[in-house]
């Protein structure tokens, strides 16, 4: 009786409500606007959607809706970042299934970049990455799991996902932001299904603390 008492419940099993139906239902359209599904999968899904009854149930619905589109900035200008002799290796995605994945020091972003944690944890380090665009779209996605943005003070930060019993943040920054016309921006966009995906300014790599501020 201890045994059954002690047992700890699996968040997927726990019971979804309307609101949380149409949080996903959002996503499909959104996916479908941008042509990444065709109507017949969009109203399959929908479908799928509306009869689902816990939270396990919603994972497959979206869980290959990992790359949205992304208008080309206009004045789109060659990106700084940190020179170096040898060429970056690129990634163009990041996923950890009950593992972990990291992403740090000088490595090349493509424009679009795809980042998934299943029950496990992505770390996206910009501070040195060498960025191909003045935009760089991240899709960042968390199934009871953590993807980590960690950006460098002078990268504009725009964040637009959809919070799931998660959380999709900006979290306190640990420097102070010197945004100005020329700085690049990433766009960061996905779902936190029971997980979460933040993002947070951080001093260079190696800046010794009593040169950081209090903010």
Excluded at 132 to 155: F, Q, R, Y
Aim: net charge negative.
């Amino acid at each position: 009786m201890g045994e059954i008492e002690n047992r700890q419940p699996d968040p997927s099993q726990m019971r979804i409500s309307d609101a949380d139906r149409q949080r996903v239902a959002d996503v499909l359209r959104d996916a479908a606007g941008e042509g990444r599904i065709d109507l017949d999968e969009l109203e399959e899904r929908l479908e799928l959607t509306w009869q689902a009854k816990t939270y396990g149930e919603l994972v497959p619905i979206t869980l290959d809706l990992q790359a949205p589109g992304l208008v080309p900035h206009p004045a789109a200008a060659p990106v700084r970042r940190t020179p170096s002799s040898v060429p970056a290796v690129g990634h163009n995605s990041s996923v950890a299934i009950m593992s972990e994945c990291k992403r740090q020091g000088v490595w090349a972003v493509p424009a679009h970049h795809s980042a998934f944690a299943l029950m496990g944890g992505v770390v996206i380090d910009l501070r040195q990455a060498q960025l191909s665009a003045h935009e760089t779209l991240i899709n960042a996605s968390a199934v009871m799991g953590e993807v980590k943005v960690i950006v460098p003070a002078d990268m504009h930060v725009v964040m637009d996902g959809t919070p799931i019993m998660g959380e999709y943040t900006q979290a306190k920054d640990k420097v102070a932001a010197d945004i100005g016309p020329g700085s690049p921006v990433v766009r960061i966009r996905g779902m936190a299904l029971m997980g979460s995906v933040t993002v947070q300014r951080q001093p260079a790599p190696g800046t010794p603390k009593k040169y950081l501020g209090t903010y």
